[in-house]
Every structure is written in structure tokens, then in C-alpha cells.
């Protein structure tokens, strides 16, 4: 590879304002410099001219005295130092740069860490082996620095002497940064704090918790997609996420969700799709799509699929953080958008399976992620949104007859090697709503309710479905009898009974 000059002095780079005059390195750079057909990284590497190193939320500013000499190979080798492994960057590079470049690279330092991963990427990525013998007499690398970014327990690859600790495979391999925010989480142990105040619950509570919840989940996952479910269909999927855990996921399984999702399929191909599909609007005069997130193309989606399966597979078995696995699996799921319809509850309830596999929930209670998401779904929309808006400059499409899309171009790269890093971070904002908020807050009802219930059969015998409307009631009309109630449905009540029921409605409810 004979280019040179990668580097680049800027100030303001596509639509970003740097604080300061730097030169843009590592992986910005290669993209710009040789045109790369993919997005630029959320975080782009400057040196200053100064030695001072600091960080903004779209740049990293490193010290002048980490320049180095202006070649791709240097670029590179500064990329995976400080950037980690971006897969879909190296994919597109070596699917640019024809084998000798790439040996050419290897050969600079054949024994070298950098030589030796770039190396092992492009026989992996490419499926191919280049012109070079194996490796021997050297100790064994980690192809991901475990310091920047999240990683599998690893195989060993004996050609290249490295540790392919990778999170997927081949045919789906998404990547997260490790961020301030993700560590502290995982340090955190979130899921033993949840277990420890379990404990001192009662069982009976405990198992209407998770009854009310599974509910209180599935009407959330309905509403998020804009959907007012009938009370037994949403019953029917709160108990679909009950038994999160109890199947493996493979090809026949979701398609047995979507079908538990959808139950009339008279408008809709149920399976995988054989046409385009994207999330968005029509034009209201003309039809033309208009589409916030375009999915991958119909053709891509079994080999897709079959790697998001063996990934999922590969994450179980390894001992990685469960919220970490449920990112990557559930939102590689939902970028893809294999079905028609049903992907955004289906994405949902593969949270609620790793969560179960990975035993994240000790108690058997589920975690009510979708109503934590619908509470935060302005921050669900963005994160969506990080994904698939990007992605809209690189994807060619044309409208077909019926006002869908046919994407045009090769695209199945976006959808196995994206960064994750957001979709993380979020997924372990709801954990921690749920953790903090939701589960203890139906917990505190459910113990305000029984309290209630005593004090209504004790002085009145009042039968439980009546004490369900009278709860009803009270907290729809904030503590006070309504005047309708007290003409119709309690009109049996005293005036001083209906203030003893009021008084220790508030005793119960409303007691700090």
C-alpha cells in the first residue's frame, strides 16, 4: 500500500467542531483518507499540537507526543491501541486493499502484537488465508485489549499466536466499548443488591409481584409499538415472557414468538421476510417511503440470523456480564428486523431470556425492562436511532410497486459489526429503574393493598372483588369516596363508616 499522508489537520470535520486545530488519526483518518464506505466512530482521535490530553463527548484529544510517522500501517497500529477493534472499519478496509497490501502490513513486524491481530482480522473477516506460515515460539495475545472494550473468555488461534476473544462470530459480531458509566454498573452488582432486598419479602408477595408484573410488561411492550392490546392477548404474551428462559432460541422458536405476538396473520407473511423492510412513514400524497431505520436485506437475513443464534449460544456458555449478552443479542435482533412485524416485543422478550439463562434474577422475578423503556422511550428512541440514522447515507434504495424498499447495495456488514456501546448503556439505565423503582414500588403496594384488604374484611366483611373497585375508586378520586360512588356502588355505608374507610385508606396508602 503505497498512500501516505492519512493524517489531517482540521478544525471543523463533517458537521463536528473540534475545540482546537489537531490532526485527526487512527480510524477517522483511514476513512476519510481512502473514502471507506461506512460511518465515522461516534468518538474521533486527535493529536493536539500541544501536550495535553483530554476528552469531549465526539473527540479524543491525545498528547503531541503520541505523533508518529504518517503511514497506514502506524495509523493502524495507534487505531487498535487506543480506539480498539472496529470490525466493520477493518472489513471494509481489507474488502478495499487487495491481499498483498495486507501481507505486505503483516510483514512489516510478523512477530508483532499489531502485525498479529491485523493478521488474524483479515483471515477471519475475509474467510480466507494469506501466503504466510504459521507462527511459533511466540506467547499468546488477546486480540481485544480488555481494557477498552468487552470481550469473551477467547481461542486460541495457533497460526497467529492469538486469543480470538471476540463476543461473536463471524456472521454477527457487534462491539461494545468499555465506558466509565458500563464499568460502574458491572461494579455496582446491581442484581445482588435486588436479591438481597428479595429476601426479606414475603413469598406470597413476592409471587404476585411477578404475576402483576409480567402484565404490567406485556402491556408495556404492546404500547411501546403505539399498540392497545385486548386484556387476554396481552396476558397471553406476559405469559410467553414468563417462560423467557425455559427454551433455547433457535430459528423455530421465534418464529413461534412472532406468532404468539401476532395471533392473525391474514395480513401478514409470518416467517422471515422475503422483501424489504424498513420502520418509518409513507408520504401522505405520493406513498414514498420515508424511513427512519431501514433493515437488513431480506437476502442477508438467514446467514444473520444463524449468527446471532450461534453468538447467543457462545455468550450463554461464557461467564460475560448478562446485561452485556442481552445488548448484544436483543438489539442485533431488532436491527436486523427479520419479520414484518412482532421484532420490537420479540427483541424485548430476548432481554427477559439471557437475563433468565444468565440467572441475573435469583428470585425468579422477572425484570420489567419494557415498562422501564416505556417510562424512558424518548431515550429509546434515541438510542434506536443511533443505530439506523447513520446508516442512512450508506444504504442505496429504490421504492418498489407497493410503496416498500429494495435496498440496493451491499449492507449485511452494518448489521453484524455494529458498536453497541449506547444500546448498553441504556439497557443498564432501565436495569437500574427497574432494580430501584419498579420492582420495590409494586412490592410497597401489594404490602399497602394487604394491610387494606385486612382492615376491610375484619370491619366489613367485604368480599375481594369489591375491595378491588373500592381500592379503584379511591385512588382514582385521590383518597375520597366520589359522590356516584357513594349513591350506587357503597351506598350501604354510613357516613361514618365511609370516613373510617377513607381515614385508613390514607393510613395505608399515603403514610410516609
Keep these: 500500500m503505497k498512500t501516505e499522508h492519512f493524517s489531517k489537520n482540521i478544525r471543523v470535520f463533517h458537521g463536528r467542531t473540534a475545540p482546537e486545530e489537531a490532526t485527526l488519526v487512527g480510524y477517522g483518518a483511514i476513512i476519510e483518507q481512502l473514502s471507506l464506505n461506512i460511518p465515522f466512530p461516534a468518538r474521533l482521535s486527535l493529536i493536539s499540537y500541544k501536550r495535553r490530553a483530554y476528552e469531549t463527548e465526539s473527540w479524543v484529544f491525545y498528547s503531541s507526543k503520541n505523533a508518529f510517522d504518517d503511514t497506514l500501517y502506524k495509523h493502524l497500529v495507534f487505531a487498535i491501541k487506543y480506539e480498539g477493534i472496529n470490525l466493520l472499519f477493518f472489513k471494509k478496509l481489507f474488502d478495499k486493499l487487495n491481499p498483498k497490501d495486507i501481507k505486505e502490513i503483516v510483514q512489516l513486524e510478523p512477530q508483532g502484537l499489531y502485525c498479529r491481530r491485523i493478521w488474524f482480522l483479515y483471515e477471519w473477516l475475509q474467510n480466507t488465508k494469506l501466503d504466510l506460515p504459521d507462527l511459533s515460539r511466540k506467547s499468546y495475545v488477546p486480540l481485544i485489549d480488555e481494557k477498552l472494550q468487552y470481550a469473551t473468555t477467547g481461542i486460541k488461534s495457533q497460526r497467529h499466536l492469538i486469543i480470538n476473544n471476540l463476543l461473536g462470530v463471524r456472521d454477527f459480531c457487534p462491539m461494545i466499548t468499555k465506558t466509565p458509566k458500563l464499568e460502574q454498573y458491572i461494579n455496582a452488582k446491581l442484581t445482588e443488591q435486588n436479591n438481597k432486598f428479595l429476601k426479606g419479602i414475603h413469598k406470597d408477595i413476592l409471587l404476585r409481584t411477578s404475576a402483576f408484573l409480567l402484565l404490567k410488561d406485556s402491556k408495556a411492550s404492546f404500547n411501546i409499538e403505539g399498540e392497545s392490546p385486548k386484556s387476554m392477548r396481552a ?278
Design 235 to 512: 396476558a397471553r404474551w406476559g405469559q410467553a415472557i414468563g417462560q423467557a428462559g425455559t427454551k433455547d432460541i433457535n430459528i423455530e422458536e421465534l418464529i413461534r414468538l412472532q406468532q404468539v405476538v401476532i395471533e392473525n396473520g391474514r395480513f401478514i407473511e409470518m416467517g422471515f421476510r422475503k422483501k424489504g423492510g424498513f420502520v418509518g412513514e409513507h408520504d401522505r400524497i405520493t406513498g414514498e417511503p420515508i424511513p427512519d431505520h431501514i433493515s437488513a436485506k431480506w437476502q442477508d437475513i438467514d446467514q444473520l440470523m444463524n449468527g446471532l443464534i450461534t453468538t447467543n449460544e457462545k455468550l450463554l456458555k461464557d461467564n460475560i456480564d448478562a446485561i452485556i449478552a442481552a445488548t448484544v443479542i436483543a438489539f442485533g435482533f431488532v436491527f436486523i428486523h427479520p419479520f414484518e412485524d412482532g421484532n420490537g416485543r420479540i427483541h424485548r422478550y430476548l432481554i427477559h431470556h439471557i437475563l433468565a439463562k444468565k440467572q441475573y434474577s435469583q428470585q425468579g422475578l422477572i425484570f420489567p425492562v419494557s415498562a422501564s423503556i416505556l417510562n424512558h422511550i424518548d431515550d429509546y428512541r434515541k438510542v434506536l436511532e443511533s443505530f439506523s440514522q447513520p446508516l442512512l447515507d450508506f444504504i442505496d434504495w429504490k421504492e418498489t410497486n407497493n410503496h416498500n424498499i429494495e435496498v440496493m447495495n451491499d449492507t449485511i456488514d452494518f448489521y453484524r459489526y455494529f458498536d453497541a456501546t449506547k444500546q448498553a448503556e441504556f439497557l443498564y439505565d432501565c436495569v437500574k429503574d427497574t432494580i430501584e423503582n419498579i420492582i420495590p414500588e409494586e412490592i410497597s403496594y401489594l404490602i399497602k393493598y394487604d394491610e387494606f384488604k385486612k382492615f376491610l374484611d375484619n370491619e366489613f366483611e367485604m368480599p375481594d372483588k369489591t375491595v378491588a373497585i373500592l381500592v379503584r375508586f379511591l385512588e382514582q378520586n385521590n383518597g375520597k369516596f366520589s359522590k356516584k360512588a357513594r349513591e350506587k356502588e357503597f351506598a350501604v355505608l354510613t357516613e361514618p363508616e365511609v370516613h373510617e374507610i377513607e381515614k385508613y385508606f390514607a393510613h395505608c396508602f399515603y403514610k410516609k
